[in-house]
């Protein structure tokens, strides 16, 4: 059995090593003292006697700068460092290079799942990096769950996956609580809304697959919506927004975005069109 580290015991990173630590010697360190009390694992003192005690270093802290500042490079040699932590591409290659000066090896990693999803298999696992190392420790990191997959070799890419993936989560999480504020101040039962929403976001696997067949293709087909019926649409909740004095600013952006597409002469386009005109968009 191959030994692991894991850095940082944050909800994801306590998750992490309780997966790890079940199947095999784990080594955890934190910042605080404590967040290990519940693990069967090995406590290190510090930061870097937690990195001599592995060859692969696993590190779920805050940001990539973190990363960086609990990573001393006297104990890199011969280790593989894969980060969880968020963070940029430009950030994921610049942490690469500088653990590869270090002779380590940098893996970029991204994880798809809550922290109690981990060590199942809803949870999945992009990688990003030296595909040799991917492979030399993939049989240890299967303890986290069974969809590990192998992005590239640029450590870059797994940033860039999770930024694109975040960009929907969070515009859609702000679509959410908007709607359960415009509920609220209509008089509507939030937990009825949040059924027949349920019932809606049934039909977003379709949606997603729809639009991405025409980013995809570069064909932009209005047979099941046009962005004039979009912009409709959008007008009268935007007038129910204003309505009940609640910020419009998110939809409002939206809208605008769809009238620059209009604008350039592609009403009759379905939504994905969108995503051509939003490359023209003025930095505010
Ligand atoms: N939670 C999720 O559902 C989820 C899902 C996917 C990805 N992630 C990613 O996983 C990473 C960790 O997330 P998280 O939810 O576990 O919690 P978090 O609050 O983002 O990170 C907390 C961890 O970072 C450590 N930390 C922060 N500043 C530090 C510093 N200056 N020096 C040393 N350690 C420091 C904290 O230490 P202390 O314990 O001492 O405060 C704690 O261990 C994030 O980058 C996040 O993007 C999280």
Redesign the pocket.
């Known amino acids: 059995m191959t030994s692991v580290t894991v850095?940082?015991?944050?909800?994801?990173?306590?998750?992490l090593a309780s997966a790890l630590s079940s199947q095999h010697p784990t080594t955890v360190w934190?910042?605080?003292p404590g967040?290990a009390d519940d693990l069967d694992a090995e406590v290190a003192d510090t930061?870097p006697l937690a990195i001599a005690a592995s060859p692969l270093v696993v590190v779920?802290?805050?940001?990539q700068e973190?990363t960086r500042?609990?990573l001393d490079p006297a104990f890199l040699p011969g280790r593989t460092v894969l980060s969880?932590?968020?963070?940029t591409p430009e950030e994921a290659r610049d942490l690469a290079a500088w653990v590869r000066s270090h002779r380590g090896e940098y893996v970029d990693g991204?994880?798809?799942?809550?922290?109690e999803a981990i060590g199942t298999a809803e949870a999945a696992f992009y990688l990003s990096g030296p595909k040799a190392a991917v492979e030399q420790h993939a049989p240890t990191l299967l303890a986290l769950g069974e969809n590990l997959q192998h992005l590239g070799e640029d450590p870059g890419r797994g940033a860039a996956l999770?930024a694109a993936l975040q960009d929907m989560l969070w515009t859609s999480m702000s679509g959410v609580v908007h709607m359960l504020a415009l509920a609220r101040a209509e008089g509507l039962s939030i937990g009825q809304v949040a059924e027949q929403a349920t019932a809606l976001l049934g039909f977003f696997p379709d949606f997603v697959g729809a639009l991405a067949e025409q980013v995809a293709t570069a064909s932009y087909p209005g047979d099941l919506g046009t962005l004039d019926s979009t912009a409709g649409v959008m007008d009268h909740v935007l007038r129910t927004i204003r309505a009940n004095d609640l910020d419009d600013a998110v939809l409002s952006a939206s809208r605008e975005q769809v009238q620059r597409a209009i604008d350039a002469g592609h009403g009759d386009d379905g939504f994905g069109r969108l995503a051509d005109t939003l490359s023209t968009v003025v930095r505010r």
């Open positions: 850095l940082g015991l944050g909800p994801m990173g306590h998750a934190s910042r605080t967040r930061a779920c802290v805050r940001d973190v500042a609990v969880f932590s968020g963070g991204v994880v798809v799942a809550t922290p999770d």
